[in-house]
């Protein structure tokens, strides 16, 4: 039978998976742009150094991002999850996206595809800051509750 407990392994094993990905990404990274180069002509146009520095780049709030998600699912895990620090690692999600964002809008500048990409992290950045903020009401709460007689 499904529970929680299985639901948050699955999402523990997630982002591990993802961090695996991103760093073989990273590896990858000079292959990969290599044969973006060669296939697109917008993109041979360019060369792969601003495409390396934009994947890079992006490496780093991607990485911060996966883990604070791991660190808020641990914290769930135990049992703690209307606590202030929970709404932190939601803000530093949430600010790990708009860095990606900013990375690809200003990639956009000379390969316009990272614009899909740029605007898809804004997105996912409004939204993680809109589930920080109903948690941090619910801690709040929480907290006048505990305080109550």
Not at 66 to 93: D, K, M, P
Not at 99 to 119: D, F, K, Q, T
């Amino acid at each position: 039978m499904w529970n929680d407990q299985k639901s948050l392994m699955l999402s523990k094993i997630c982002v591990a998976f993802f961090m695996a990905l991103l760093l073989i990404g990273a590896i990858l990274a000079p292959r990969l742009v290599s044969t973006l180069v060669r296939m697109s002509m917008q993109a041979s146009l360019v060369g792969r150094v601003l495409f390396l520095c934009t994947i890079y780049a992006g490496c780093v709030p991607a990485a911060a991002l996966l883990i604070f998600l791991y660190l808020l699912l641990n914290r769930i895990g135990a049992g703690q999850v209307f606590v202030r620090e929970n709404t932190s690692y939601l803000r530093y999600i949430a600010w790990c996206c708009f860095a990606g964002a900013a990375i690809s809008l200003a990639s956009a500048l000379y390969y316009l595809p990272w614009l899909a990409i740029g605007v898809a992290a804004a997105f996912m950045g409004l939204i993680v800051r809109v589930v920080k903020n109903v948690v941090a009401k619910a801690v709040s709460l929480q907290d006048d509750a505990d305080y109550t007689i």
